[in-house]
């Protein structure tokens, strides 16, 4: 079993570090941090497209694959990996590890007139 603890600030408890638990043998997520629901959430849905409004990312394997990981990472809290005291603050799993930039999602989605819902272009 292999863990990985990550303390990153929570915006929903006034930037308090809070800790989200990895283990990326079993794909589990634990810990008190605000996005360990939506991680764990994604990691259930896998694989799946998830995104930030301007970009997409397709995740396979999100809970075994360290870059996946950081773009959950990414999408629950982008200030961490803008933050270079946050960035260095992440484990050694992560180390050399960069996030992919995902695709542009005006490329790969429109939006339905109809229920105003992103789809997938054809």
């Given amino acids: ?3 990985h603890t990550i303390d990153i600030p929570d915006i929903l408890a006034g930037d308090e570090l ?3 638990v990895w283990n990326d043998e079993t794909g589990e997520v634990s810990g008190d941090h605000s996005d360990v629901r939506f991680i764990q959430s994604t990691i259930e849905a896998a694989p799946v497209d998830r995104g930030d409004g301007g970009r997409i990312w397709r995740l396979e394997d999100p809970g075994r694959n360290p870059e996946e990981f950081l773009v959950l990472i990414w999408l629950a809290n982008w200030r961490v990996l803008i933050n270079e005291d946050l960035r260095a ?3 050694a799993i992560f180390d ?4 992919s930039l995902g695709e542009k999602a005006e490329d790969l989605y429109i939006e339905d007139p109809e229920t ?3 789809v997938l272009a054809d």
């Fill in 18 to 20: 809070r800790r989200i």
């Fill in 89 to 91: 603050t992440l484990p």
């Fill in 1 to 3: 079993m292999t863990e």
């Fill in 116 to 118: 105003c819902e992103l």
């Fill in 96 to 99: 050399g590890v960069e996030l």
